[in-house]
């Protein structure tokens, strides 16, 4: 595993915990109302002004179309820039090659469109920073597994981020039988919906680092 992202931070002092503990990347939910997690414009500037260099930052949002994802990278400058689209991933072959390689696609997947997602996933997979599969958005929905284990089997040489239903109670599983690039927790971490718990990210990174230097045995 290569990517471990906290998402949905809203407090510098949980980013800089995020840091300390070893998380790779931080993300910031903006523009995005129907969340409680959701960053104006001005609270994600001012967040990102305070982040240290030894961490990736990413920016989750869901834009109508490619000239939002364009406006959007232009005016708030972060490592990655997690893209949850309702229009055609295709659409995003419009943008400029340095702009789809700091690109987080987000997708949905089930057993209905599981074949379409795992030909994107093969099709894109060295046009975009990695893919994350996600049908729960912050609502702690559980994890497929057996699903989830056949597309990264499927795609194998993919980045593929994993998301939803993730925990201290199973994250070493999930690991050890996924292998994933990459792991991406929210809910899990907090106190209430939307408010991170200090105690919980920092139980949690404890976790992770556990089960790496197990592994290396």
Do not use: W
């Amino acid at each position: 595993m290569q990517y471990l992202k906290i998402c949905g931070l809203k407090d510098p002092l949980h980013v800089r915990l995020c840091a300390e503990y070893g998380a790779d990347a931080v993300g910031f939910i903006y523009n995005v109302p129907s969340s409680p997690r959701n960053l104006e414009k001005e609270e994600l500037l001012n967040l990102l002004r305070e982040i240290s260099r030894n961490i990736f930052t990413v920016i989750i949002f869901k834009p109508s179309d490619i000239g939002e994802i364009a406006k959007t990278m232009n005016e708030i400058d972060a490592n990655f820039y997690q893209v949850h689209c309702d229009f055609n991933i295709r659409e995003l072959d419009r943008l400029p090659n340095k702009m789809r390689t700091k690109l987080i696609v987000a997708v949905k997947i089930n057993q209905d469109n599981k074949e379409s997602v795992i030909r994107e996933i093969i099709h894109s997979f060295n046009q975009f920073y990695a893919f994350l599969l996600d049908n729960s958005e912050g609502h702690g929905s559980d994890l497929n597994f057996d699903l989830i284990l056949e597309v990264i089997r499927r795609t194998y040489g993919s980045k593929i981020i994993i998301a939803g239903g993730i925990d201290i109670n199973n994250i070493e599983f999930l690991i050890k039988n996924l292998k994933p690039f990459g792991i991406d927790v929210s809910s899990s971490l907090e106190s209430e919906k939307g408010v991170k718990d200090p105690i919980k990210i920092v139980k949690f990174l404890d976790k992770i680092q556990e089960v790496k230097e197990s592994l290396q045995k």
